[in-house]
C-alpha cells in the first residue's frame, strides 16, 4: 500500500483544522479525501462521540481508508453530499473541509494524464469509470464547445486559434496522447512560457473533463442546508475560477448579483467569514511546491 504522505502532503493542514473549530462530540466531513491526510487530523481532534464522513470518487484513494469506528469513507462526487449523508442518516453536520486540488498522486501518475510532465493517453477522469476523458473532449468537441473551454477555464486570450488548430490537425489522425497534444499546440508554446501556456490548457480541459466548476456550485450550494448554525465551512482553492466562486458564496450565499434585504435593509447571508484569507508561507511552499497557489478561506454557518 501507497504511504499516505507519498500520495498527497495535505495543504495548509493545521490552519485547515483550526478553522474548524473542531468539537470532540461533532459531525465532520471531509469531501475530498484523497491521501486522508486532513481527515486523519480532523480524527485526532474528535472524542468517543465524534463522526467523520469523507468523500472521494478516485478508486485509488479507497486504499488510504481510515481503521476507525469514527471514520466512514463514501467512494462517490462529493456534488452527491446530501443525498449520501442522508442515506447514512445524517442531516445536519459541524463542519466541512474542501480541498478542491488535484492530488500530488493523480499528477505523479503518469497513466492518469493529469500531468504535462509524462507521455501519456489522454484521459484525466478523477473517476476512472467516468465515460467523458481528456480524449472525447480534444477529439470529439466541436470547435466552438472547445474553444469556450479554453476561453472559459484555462482564461487564454487565443483560444479560438488553439480550438481552430486542434479541430484542423485532428482530421488527420486523432490526438491520443499528451505528445501529440503538445507537438499540435507547438505554435502556441513560446519557450520562456511553455510550461505555464500548457499548464493552462490541461487545466481548461480537466475542469471541463471533470465538470469541476459545476460540482463546486452544486456542492457549495448544499453546505447552507447541511451545516448546523455555527458550522463551519474550510475551503481550499488553487485557481481563480473556484476561489471567486467561493468568496462570492462565502460573502452573498450567491454566485452572481446580490443577495435579497430584510425589511429592516439588511442582507440575508447564510454565512459569516472568519478571519482573512490564509495562504501557505514561504516555509510550506519549499517543503511541497503545488501549495504555492493554494488559498483557504473559512466560514461560519449564521
Not at 486522508?36 to 481532534?45: L, M, P, Q, V, Y
Request: proline share 3%; net charge negative.
Amino acid at each position: 500500500m501507497m504511504n499516505q504522505m507519498e500520495y498527497h502532503n495535505p495543504v495548509l493542514l493545521h490552519e485547515t483544522i483550526d478553522g474548524l473549530d473542531i468539537k470532540p462530540d461533532g459531525v465532520y466531513v471531509d469531501v475530498t479525501f484523497g491521501g486522508g491526510g486532513h481527515s486523519r487530523e480532523i480524527i485526532k481532534r474528535l472524542g468517543d462521540g465524534g463522526k467523520l464522513y469523507a468523500f472521494d470518487q478516485d478508486q485509488d484513494a479507497q486504499q488510504n481508508s481510515i481503521e476507525d469506528d469514527r471514520f466512514t469513507l463514501i467512494p462517490e462526487n462529493f456534488r452527491y453530499v446530501k443525498r449520501f449523508l442522508r442515506f447514512h442518516g445524517v442531516k445536519k453536520v459541524d463542519g466541512i473541509l474542501g480541498d478542491f486540488g488535484v492530488s500530488s498522486h493523480q499528477f505523479d501518475v503518469a497513466e492518469r494524464g493529469f500531468s504535462t510532465r509524462f507521455e501519456s493517453d489522454l484521459d484525466m477522469r478523477m473517476n476512472q469509470n467516468d465515460s467523458l476523458s481528456a480524449y472525447h473532449v480534444v477529439n470529439e468537441y466541436e470547435e466552438e464547445a472547445l474553444r469556450q473551454v479554453f476561453w472559459q477555464y484555462g482564461e487564454l486570450r487565443n483560444a479560438p486559434k488553439i480550438a481552430r488548430t486542434i479541430v484542423g490537425d485532428r482530421k488527420e489522425t486523432p490526438i491520443k496522447t499528451s505528445e501529440q497534444l503538445k507537438e499540435v499546440l507547438r505554435p502556441f508554446l513560446p519557450k520562456h512560457r511553455e510550461h505555464k501556456i500548457l499548464a493552462q490548457i490541461y487545466q481548461a480541459i480537466r475542469i471541463e473533463v471533470n465538470q469541476e466548476i459545476e460540482v463546486l456550485k452544486e456542492f457549495l450550494l448544499q453546505t447552507e442546508q447541511l451545516l448546523d448554525v455555527g458550522g463551519r465551512l474550510s475551503l481550499i482553492s488553487y485557481h481563480s475560477l473556484e476561489d471567486r466562486l467561493v468568496k462570492r458564496y462565502i460573502r452573498n450565499g450567491l454566485f452572481e448579483g446580490e443577495p435579497e434585504k430584510d425589511m429592516y435593509g439588511n442582507f440575508e447571508v447564510p454565512f459569516k467569514k472568519v478571519g482573512k484569507l490564509i495562504v501557505p508561507d514561504h516555509k510550506e511552499i519549499k517543503q511541497n511546491n503545488r501549495a504555492r497557489s493554494a488559498k483557504l478561506r473559512i466560514a461560519e454557518r449564521l
